[in-house]
């Protein structure tokens, strides 16, 4: 799908509450206004790296978060943060803090939370989608175009991005037999991007 008709599918499901996120029966995010130039810089200073022209496209165009895979995208201080009040600097400070300043990946940005600690997340010189867990980085060799297309044509991106585990027990309230199926690791390698 051509870059143009990409963000033309992005911008009509993001303005439906209904299907702005993947979760759309959990309180749905508000679409934040789009970024202006001015943020971008001033959020490009902070994180000490330029972000992927599509990120900025999506940002600038459709909205400073709030839309998108998982819970949506969470956007550059002055859109939309994340349930903890962080924008994707703050984010980006705490999930790589590391007080020596070795290892920290200098280009990698956090998109939008799966929940139970895990992160997708972004290389801004490759476009690579990243997943964060608690095992490190994941290269899951998707790029952010793909990976923004296949949620525009509905792909369940969980499908894609994890492995599952089935697990069996006794259902505590009903004392039946039941099956759960658990999201485990990323798919991918690990992640070998450059560090600052």
């Known amino acids: 799908m051509e870059e143009d008709t990409l963000i033309g599918a992005i911008i009509r499901r993001a303005t439906d509450p209904t299907t702005r996120t993947d979760w759309p029966d959990r309180d749905t995010p ?37 839309f998108g ?9 002055g859109g939309k943060v994340d349930d903890d009040g962080r924008s994707v600097v703050e984010l980006r400070e705490q999930l790589f803090a590391d007080p020596t300043g070795a290892g920290v990946p200098a280009q990698v940005v956090p998109l939008c939370d799966w929940g139970s600690g895990t992160w997708s997340c972004v290389d801004e010189d490759t476009g690579h989608v990243l997943m964060l867990d608690e095992t490190g980085l994941t290269d899951t060799q998707i790029s952010l175009h793909d990976w923004m297309a296949d949620w525009v044509n509905g792909v369940s991106l969980a499908e894609r991005l994890f492995t599952f585990e089935e697990r069996s027990g006794i259902n505590p309230f009903t004392k039946a037999p039941m099956t759960a199926r658990l999201r485990s690791r990323p798919i991918g390698v690990p992640y070998r991007g450059r560090t600052s």
Do not use: D, W
């Open 69 to 77: 895979p998982a819970n949506g995208l969470i956007g550059l201080p």
């Open 30 to 66: 508000e679409l934040a206004p789009c970024a202006t130039l001015e943020q971008v810089e001033r959020a490009e200073q902070a994180l000490k790296c330029k972000l992927h022209p599509l990120h900025r496209r999506l940002l600038q165009e459709v909205g400073n978060g709030g």
